[in-house]
């Protein structure tokens, strides 16, 4: 994976534990962020940042749409939640983490350069 290391953090036992809203978002804490899940049909899972780049609004509080992007609920700007890919247009970039789901729970993982472990 290069010079990036992925440090993973568990959130639940398995996703039917997690609080999903009636947009089929939920917001969750992992490594003390604040982190907005995403759930496309049973299977698919994605994690972006709690808040918009543009306005910081809440992005729990808009939907997903028809194309499986995000859709920040203050100006609709829209996102591809696998690359964070602003697809409205703004040129905005949205974070975006790994999950997995395993046998043991889901999990979040967050990249982290290399260069910052000598400090560790």
């Given at each position: 994976m290069g010079n990036k290391n992925i440090k993973w953090y568990k959130?639940?036992?398995?996703?039917n534990e997690i609080n999903w809203q009636?947009?089929?978002?939920a917001v969750i804490?992992?490594?003390?962020?604040?982190?907005?899940?995403?759930k496309i049909g049973d299977e698919l899972l994605f994690a972006c940042a709690y808040k918009c780049p543009h306005a910081s609004g809440i992005l729990a509080d808009g939907f997903i749409d028809a194309?499986?992007?995000i859709v920040c609920?203050?100006?609709?700007?829209?996102?591809?939640l696998l690359t964070g890919r602003?697809?409205?247009g703004e040129g905005y970039y949205l974070k975006v983490f790994a999950v997995e789901e395993r046998e043991a729970g889901i999990f979040i993982g967050f990249e982290e350069s290399s260069w910052l472990n000598i400090f560790k």
């Open positions: 959130v639940a036992d398995n996703k009636q947009n089929n978002l804490e992992a490594g003390g962020k604040k982190i907005t899940l995403a194309t499986g992007n609920p203050l100006h609709r700007y829209k996102f591809n602003n697809i409205s």
